[in-house]
């Protein structure tokens, strides 16, 4: 996935902690949604597509589970991912990680790189 660098994807004052959001960053992309996701100090941001069948993250309303402060659930088939680093952690990803998205946080803004 290719977004140009700048793209504002969430203030940090904005996520939880741990949370998991998903963003629309770009008008003219709408159907391209990123994963923000932080836990502690550790903010990191993926392709909002999950490598098992390719479905977005999120359940219906939108959201995407957080269990145990450490993971989030694919709403499609209960794949799980490691908040920090969008490891599979267990269900039918099959050791597949989601893709990464590199960031900038700078003065409380997360930013595409």
Not at 90 to 111: F, K, T
């Amino acid at each position: 996935m290719s977004l140009p660098p700048g793209l504002v994807l969430a203030r940090l004052d904005a996520l939880a902690n741990p949370c998991a959001i998903v963003v629309a960053p770009d008008p003219e992309q709408p159907f391209v949604s990123v994963v923000v996701t932080r836990r502690g100090d550790r903010i990191a941001a993926f392709r909002n597509k999950c490598p098992h069948a390719g479905y977005p993250l999120q359940r219906a309303d939108g959201r995407i589970v957080v269990q145990e402060g450490r993971y989030m659930v694919c709403g499609a088939h209960g794949a799980s991912f490691t908040l920090e680093d969008g490891a599979c952690a267990g269900g039918p990803c099959n050791d597949e990680a989601l893709e990464r998205i590199a960031i900038d946080v700078r003065e409380g803004i997360v930013r595409t790189a």
